[in-house]
Every structure is written in structure tokens, then in C-alpha cells.
């Protein structure tokens, strides 16, 4: 009776771990990815990187459409901290993020993993009016700047106050989206704001007070995936992680900028806007994937503002953070480990 009590135990638990390996290895009906961002008027089209052109070419629908498997692009006009929102409700499986909100949304104890690199090295546009007397940063002190509380435009607004010797105290922060920031410059209900400059300018509303060109400025952003999708789907993620690899490598072609600022034109940011804030260097340096030393040391120079600002309680160990094996894989099985440079805490190519 027991050695038969036995044997039926073991066959249940056998059964069990078939059950269990059987759920762990099939694919998810979809794939959910947040792009924190939304096009004008809420649009459901962003622009600005490599991952929106992943959207916007279908190459992940093309990847997954023999296995029947849905790609669901949700776009948030509330940007990173909608996505953090998303993602506590079970609504998530990958976005792309920018610093502070996947800063935040880690201290409050949401489980992701960063993947790659998704956004950096952009020019950093300080935009007034065009009537504005301001001649330099800090004669915003005390004046109304708008920016997107919550989302890494805050990083960089907390960084170029800095180099001034102001902080967010000093100014009257008004929390807007991209496009309604554009509309309040030329209504001139806003002295500054973070923007691209150049169809405000064309259209003689705005003007640029500077133009910021150091690396360590400009905004950061991640693709990230939920941690509990990536135990559950691992073959999932990596499929996922090379088509965007593949991706970055085609829209890191010089051959393809034109094509590419076409796409995101979509969105409702001009087409101008794009040329001009892409120009005078190599795309692919600002489409790489990498995880190197310099997207870690801003992540880590981020969590230290957002203490410093208070805005986060629990302090964010990013050495745990990182997940590179799916990028190490992907760049191995597409032939591109010195494809993309690596660059220093500095910003620049070792």
C-alpha cells in the first residue's frame, strides 16, 4: 500500500512539473507594450527613436504573426507615470520608459528588467517666447517653465537648472505634455519650456534661449520588460529583444534617416523638428541599444537627483537591475557585438 501510495505521488509530481513546464514554455496569447508617450492629440504614434520604429514598420507583428501571437501597442498622453500605472494593474508586459518614472516606479517596488538602451544624446533646447527679454538661464528664476512632471524631461530640466545654480524651487514649474507646452509658448502662458525649437521658430512664435549639447544632459530612456513575463516567456523576450536589435541596426543607417524621420512625422511632431534635431552627427549613436558604462552611470546619476528632489523614498540598487544576457545573445546571433560603440560616464566612444 505505501510503496503504491508512493508511486502514485511520484507520477502526480511528474505530472505536475509536465503541467508546469508544459505552461512555462507556451507563448502568451499577446504581447503588451507600453510606449509612454502618445502623438499629438493623443495620437497612437510617437516618434523619436528606434523603438517607435519598430511600431511603425510592424516588424514585430511580422515576427510573431506565424504564432498567432498579437502585438498590442498602448500609448499613454500621460506618459511614464501611465505606464507605471499600466503595469502595477497587470496591463504591461514591455515598454519603453524614460529614467525617472522606471526610477519610480522601481523604488515603489514594481519588478522590471531594463533590456536596452532605447533613447539618449539628444540636444537639450531651452525655448521661450519670441518676444521674451530673458537672455540667460537664470533670468528664468521666479518665471513659469513648463515640464512634464514625472517624466524624464524632469531629469533634464533638474539638470539644466543645476549648471545655473537654480533647482525646481526657483521657478514655477507647470506640468504639461509636449504638444500643449508648444501651444502655451505661443499663447505666452509658459516663459520656457523644453522643446525643439525649430517649426515654433519658423513660425516666428518661439525662440531659443540655448541649446544644450552635453551628453549627460539629455534625457535617458530603456525598453524595459515585466519581470514576471520574462520568468514566465524567456523565449518570448529573446525573440522580441533581437527583432528590436535588428531594428536599431536598420534605423542606424545613414542610409535610412530620411525614411525614417518621414515615419515618425506621423506622430504630429514636424517633419522639420526632426531633421534639424538629428542632424550634424552619426544616427547610430544615438540608436544603440547598448547597456554600457554610460547608460548605467546616468541611470545611477538619475536615482541620485530624484532623492535629492524627493522624488523617491526608497532608494533603486540599479546593479540588479540589468538584464543584458538577451542583448548579449541577440547582438552575438546578428553578427553585431562592434556594431555601436561603447561609450564612457562621460559620453564618449572609448
Known sequence: MKISQRLTATLLALSALGLSLS??????????????SAGEGGKPKVGGGYIATVHLRGVLEEEFKKDGIKVNWLFFPGAG???????????????????????VGRSTGLKTKLLL????????????????TAKTI?????????????????????????????????????????????AALATKDIDATLVS???????????????????????LSSFWVNESFEKQ??????????????????????ANRTAQYKLWSQSGTP?????????????????????????????NDAVRIAKDARLIRRDVDTATWYEPKYLNNALKD???????????AKGQAK
Do not use: C
Open 197 to 219: 525649437p525649430w517649426s515654433l521658430e519658423a513660425r516666428g512664435v518661439a525662440k531659443r534661449l540655448t541649446t544644450i549639447n552635453d551628453r549627460t544632459v539629455a534625457p
Open 23 to 36: 505552461v512555462q514554455a507556451a507563448n502568451p496569447k499577446e504581447i503588451r507594450i507600453s510606449m509612454s
Open 233 to 254: 516567456y524567456p523565449e518570448v523576450v529573446q525573440r522580441v529583444v533581437t527583432t528590436l536589435v535588428k531594428q536599431a541596426h536598420w534605423s542606424s543607417q545613414e
Open 271 to 299: 517633419l522639420l523638428d526632426y531633421q534639424k534635431d538629428w542632424a550634424g552627427g552619426a544616427i547610430k549613436e544615438r540608436m544603440t541599444p547598448l547597456l554600457d558604462e554610460f547608460h548605467r552611470t546616468q541611470m
Open 81 to 103: 507615470p501611465a505606464t507605471n500605472e499600466a503595469l502595477a494593474n497587470g496591463k504591461v508586459d514591455f515598454a519603453a520608459q524614460g529614467d525617472l518614472p522606471s526610477i
Open 138 to 182: 537664470a533670468d528664468l528664476k521666479g518665471k513659469k517653465i513648463s515640464n512634464f512632471k514625472g517624466t524624464n524631461g524632469q531629469i533634464t530640466l533638474n539638470r539644466v537648472l543645476a549648471r545655473h545654480g537654480l533647482s525646481e524651487k526657483d521657478v514655477r514649474i507647470i506640468s504639461q505634455d509636449t504638444y500643449s507646452a508648444r
Open 117 to 132: 538602451s532605447s533613447g539618449r544624446f539628444g540636444p537639450v533646447h531651452v525655448v521661450v517666447p519670441a518676444d521674451s
Open 334 to 344: 546578428l553578427n553585431l557585438q562592434n556594431y555601436w560603440p561603447q561609450f564612457n
